[in-house]
Protein backbone atom coordinates (compact mmCIF):
# COMPACT_ATOMS: atom_id res chain seq x y z
CA UNK A 1 0.00 0.00 0.00
CA UNK A 2 1.28 3.73 -0.98
CA UNK A 3 -1.09 5.00 1.85
CA UNK A 4 -1.42 9.22 0.84
CA UNK A 5 0.15 10.40 -2.12
CA UNK A 6 0.38 13.92 -3.06
CA UNK A 7 1.22 15.34 -6.69
CA UNK A 8 3.07 17.74 -7.13
CA UNK A 9 6.11 17.80 -3.85
CA UNK A 10 7.14 21.32 -4.72
CA UNK A 11 5.63 24.00 -7.03
CA UNK A 12 6.28 27.86 -7.54
CA UNK A 13 3.35 29.95 -8.90
CA UNK A 14 3.50 33.86 -9.76
CA UNK A 15 0.38 35.93 -8.57
CA UNK A 16 -2.95 35.39 -10.59
CA UNK A 17 -2.02 31.61 -12.05
CA UNK A 18 -4.12 28.40 -11.16
CA UNK A 19 -3.23 24.33 -10.16
CA UNK A 20 -4.63 21.77 -9.38
CA UNK A 21 -3.05 19.53 -6.12
CA UNK A 22 -3.96 15.90 -6.37
CA UNK A 23 -4.30 14.00 -3.53
CA UNK A 24 -4.80 9.66 -3.85
CA UNK A 25 -5.28 7.32 -1.04
CA UNK A 26 -5.31 3.26 -1.57
CA UNK A 27 -6.83 2.57 1.63
CA UNK A 28 -10.50 2.77 0.59
CA UNK A 29 -11.05 5.65 3.30
CA UNK A 30 -14.59 7.48 3.39
CA UNK A 31 -13.25 10.82 4.67
CA UNK A 32 -10.53 13.08 2.72
CA UNK A 33 -9.14 16.01 4.38
CA UNK A 34 -6.79 19.28 2.68
CA UNK A 35 -4.70 21.44 5.39
CA UNK A 36 -2.67 24.05 5.03
CA UNK A 37 0.26 24.26 7.35
CA UNK A 38 1.73 28.03 8.44
CA UNK A 39 4.49 28.54 10.77
CA UNK A 40 3.31 29.20 14.15
CA UNK A 41 -0.42 28.63 12.78
CA UNK A 42 -0.24 24.60 13.13
CA UNK A 43 -2.72 22.84 10.30
CA UNK A 44 -5.93 24.68 9.24
CA UNK A 45 -8.49 22.82 7.66
CA UNK A 46 -9.33 23.76 3.88
CA UNK A 47 -11.81 21.61 2.78
CA UNK A 48 -12.97 18.31 3.51
CA UNK A 49 -15.21 15.05 1.68
CA UNK A 50 -17.10 12.47 3.97
CA UNK A 51 -17.39 10.61 0.80
CA UNK A 52 -17.00 10.32 -3.32
CA UNK A 53 -18.93 13.26 -4.63
CA UNK A 54 -19.50 15.17 -1.39
CA UNK A 55 -17.72 18.21 -0.25
CA UNK A 56 -17.53 20.36 2.59
CA UNK A 57 -16.04 23.80 3.76
CA UNK A 58 -13.66 23.64 6.69
CA UNK A 59 -11.76 26.35 8.56
CA UNK A 60 -10.13 28.36 5.67
CA UNK A 61 -11.91 27.52 2.46
CA UNK A 62 -11.90 31.09 0.62
CA UNK A 63 -9.44 30.65 -2.31
CA UNK A 64 -9.72 27.28 -3.03
CA UNK A 65 -12.16 24.77 -4.19
CA UNK A 66 -11.99 20.96 -4.20
CA UNK A 67 -13.64 17.66 -6.07
CA UNK A 68 -14.20 14.61 -4.74
CA UNK A 69 -15.22 12.65 -8.30
CA UNK A 70 -13.64 9.52 -7.45
CA UNK A 71 -13.47 7.56 -4.03
CA UNK A 72 -9.38 7.90 -4.16
CA UNK A 73 -8.70 10.97 -5.21
CA UNK A 74 -9.56 14.49 -3.66
CA UNK A 75 -8.34 17.69 -5.61
CA UNK A 76 -7.76 20.60 -4.40
CA UNK A 77 -7.58 23.38 -6.52
CA UNK A 78 -6.41 27.29 -6.54
CA UNK A 79 -8.38 29.30 -9.38
CA UNK A 80 -6.27 32.80 -9.51
CA UNK A 81 -3.11 31.90 -6.48
CA UNK A 82 -2.40 35.07 -4.12
CA UNK A 83 1.35 35.03 -2.16
CA UNK A 84 -1.40 34.54 1.12
CA UNK A 85 -1.46 31.01 -0.17
CA UNK A 86 2.10 30.12 0.24
CA UNK A 87 2.26 27.01 2.46
CA UNK A 88 2.66 23.93 2.77
CA UNK A 89 -0.64 21.77 1.90
CA UNK A 90 -1.43 18.25 3.35
CA UNK A 91 -3.84 15.62 2.32
CA UNK A 92 -5.61 13.19 4.78
CA UNK A 93 -8.15 10.99 4.76
CA UNK A 94 -9.71 8.28 7.62
CA UNK A 95 -11.98 5.27 6.87
CA UNK A 96 -15.40 6.10 8.31
CA UNK A 97 -15.74 8.49 10.84
CA UNK A 98 -13.93 12.09 10.97
CA UNK A 99 -13.28 11.14 14.87
CA UNK A 100 -11.30 8.42 13.94
CA UNK A 101 -7.25 8.39 13.09
CA UNK A 102 -5.83 10.26 9.99
CA UNK A 103 -3.61 9.69 7.76
CA UNK A 104 -1.55 12.13 6.17
CA UNK A 105 0.39 12.65 2.66
CA UNK A 106 3.81 13.60 2.37
CA UNK A 107 3.14 17.21 1.74
CA UNK A 108 2.90 19.46 -1.25
CA UNK A 109 5.03 22.94 -0.90
CA UNK A 110 3.80 25.87 -2.47
CA UNK A 111 5.09 29.28 -3.31
CA UNK A 112 3.10 32.06 -4.66
CA UNK A 113 5.31 34.71 -5.95
CA UNK B 1 -10.82 29.47 18.01
CA UNK B 2 -11.07 25.70 19.56
CA UNK B 3 -7.56 24.97 18.17
CA UNK B 4 -5.43 23.33 21.10
CA UNK B 5 -2.32 24.92 21.92
CA UNK B 6 0.77 23.33 22.86
CA UNK B 7 2.70 23.65 25.90
CA UNK B 8 6.29 24.76 25.16
CA UNK B 9 6.38 25.86 22.05
CA UNK B 10 10.30 24.25 22.03
CA UNK B 11 11.66 21.74 24.27
CA UNK B 12 15.30 20.80 23.83
CA UNK B 13 16.29 17.46 26.43
CA UNK B 14 19.31 15.02 26.43
CA UNK B 15 19.47 11.64 25.29
CA UNK B 16 17.59 9.31 27.97
CA UNK B 17 15.30 11.88 29.67
CA UNK B 18 12.11 12.06 29.67
CA UNK B 19 9.74 14.53 27.76
CA UNK B 20 6.50 16.03 28.59
CA UNK B 21 4.17 18.30 26.58
CA UNK B 22 0.47 19.42 27.13
CA UNK B 23 -2.18 20.36 25.30
CA UNK B 24 -4.88 23.03 26.11
CA UNK B 25 -8.20 22.95 24.72
CA UNK B 26 -11.20 25.23 24.95
CA UNK B 27 -15.01 23.22 24.11
CA UNK B 28 -16.00 19.64 24.65
CA UNK B 29 -14.24 17.10 22.75
CA UNK B 30 -15.13 13.48 21.63
CA UNK B 31 -10.95 12.05 21.63
CA UNK B 32 -7.98 13.76 22.08
CA UNK B 33 -5.16 12.41 19.19
CA UNK B 34 -1.16 13.12 19.09
CA UNK B 35 0.65 13.29 16.08
CA UNK B 36 4.41 13.57 15.10
CA UNK B 37 5.96 15.68 12.19
CA UNK B 38 9.65 14.84 11.42
CA UNK B 39 11.10 17.64 9.32
CA UNK B 40 9.80 17.70 5.68
CA UNK B 41 7.29 15.20 6.56
CA UNK B 42 3.46 14.28 7.01
CA UNK B 43 2.24 13.65 9.80
CA UNK B 44 2.03 10.63 11.55
CA UNK B 45 -0.73 9.04 14.32
CA UNK B 46 0.98 8.50 18.07
CA UNK B 47 -2.22 8.06 19.92
CA UNK B 48 -5.65 8.58 21.03
CA UNK B 49 -7.73 8.85 23.99
CA UNK B 50 -11.38 9.09 24.42
CA UNK B 51 -12.68 11.28 26.56
CA UNK B 52 -13.59 8.95 28.90
CA UNK B 53 -10.47 7.71 29.47
CA UNK B 54 -8.54 9.26 31.58
CA UNK B 55 -5.10 8.08 31.08
CA UNK B 56 -3.46 5.33 27.73
CA UNK B 57 0.15 4.10 27.24
CA UNK B 58 1.87 3.15 24.15
CA UNK B 59 5.29 2.11 23.91
CA UNK B 60 7.31 4.64 25.46
CA UNK B 61 4.12 7.11 24.89
CA UNK B 62 1.87 7.92 28.01
CA UNK B 63 -0.98 10.19 27.67
CA UNK B 64 -3.63 11.71 30.31
CA UNK B 65 -6.50 13.66 29.52
CA UNK B 66 -8.08 16.10 31.82
CA UNK B 67 -11.80 16.85 30.80
CA UNK B 68 -11.99 19.38 33.86
CA UNK B 69 -9.07 21.32 33.05
CA UNK B 70 -9.57 20.59 29.37
CA UNK B 71 -6.14 19.72 28.88
CA UNK B 72 -3.63 16.60 28.04
CA UNK B 73 -0.04 15.56 28.41
CA UNK B 74 1.96 13.72 26.52
CA UNK B 75 4.82 12.16 27.87
CA UNK B 76 7.89 10.48 25.86
CA UNK B 77 9.77 8.27 28.49
CA UNK B 78 13.81 7.78 27.58
CA UNK B 79 13.91 9.67 25.00
CA UNK B 80 16.10 9.09 21.94
CA UNK B 81 17.34 11.19 19.00
CA UNK B 82 14.74 9.84 16.80
CA UNK B 83 11.94 11.60 18.94
CA UNK B 84 12.98 14.45 17.42
CA UNK B 85 10.50 16.14 15.90
CA UNK B 86 7.16 18.17 15.83
CA UNK B 87 4.45 17.05 18.03
CA UNK B 88 0.98 18.04 17.54
CA UNK B 89 -2.69 17.71 19.87
CA UNK B 90 -5.67 17.53 17.87
CA UNK B 91 -8.64 17.73 19.52
CA UNK B 92 -11.79 15.80 17.47
CA UNK B 93 -15.45 17.64 18.31
CA UNK B 94 -18.43 15.50 17.20
CA UNK B 95 -19.90 16.71 13.67
CA UNK B 96 -16.59 15.97 11.67
CA UNK B 97 -15.21 18.98 13.39
CA UNK B 98 -11.18 18.65 13.96
CA UNK B 99 -8.58 20.72 15.03
CA UNK B 100 -4.96 20.70 15.55
CA UNK B 101 -2.65 22.56 17.82
CA UNK B 102 -0.09 24.75 16.89
CA UNK B 103 2.74 22.37 18.08
CA UNK B 104 5.57 21.49 20.58
CA UNK B 105 9.35 20.99 18.59
CA UNK B 106 11.35 18.60 20.30
CA UNK B 107 14.67 18.38 20.22
CA UNK B 108 16.65 15.07 21.34
CA UNK B 109 20.84 15.89 22.02
CA UNK B 110 22.36 12.47 21.58
Known amino acids: NAGVTQTPKFRVLKTGQSMTLLCAQD?????MYWYRQDPGMGLRLIHYSVGEGTTAKGEVPDGYNVSRLKKQNFLLGLESAAPSQTSVYFCASSYNLAVETQYFGPGTRLLVL | SQQGEEDPQALSIQEGENATMNCSYK?????LQWYRQNSGRGLVHLILIRSNEREKHSGRLRVTLDTSKKSSSLLITASRAADTASYFCATVLTGNQFYFGTGTSLTVIP
Open chain 2, 27 to 31: TSINN
Open chain 1, 27 to 31: MNHEY
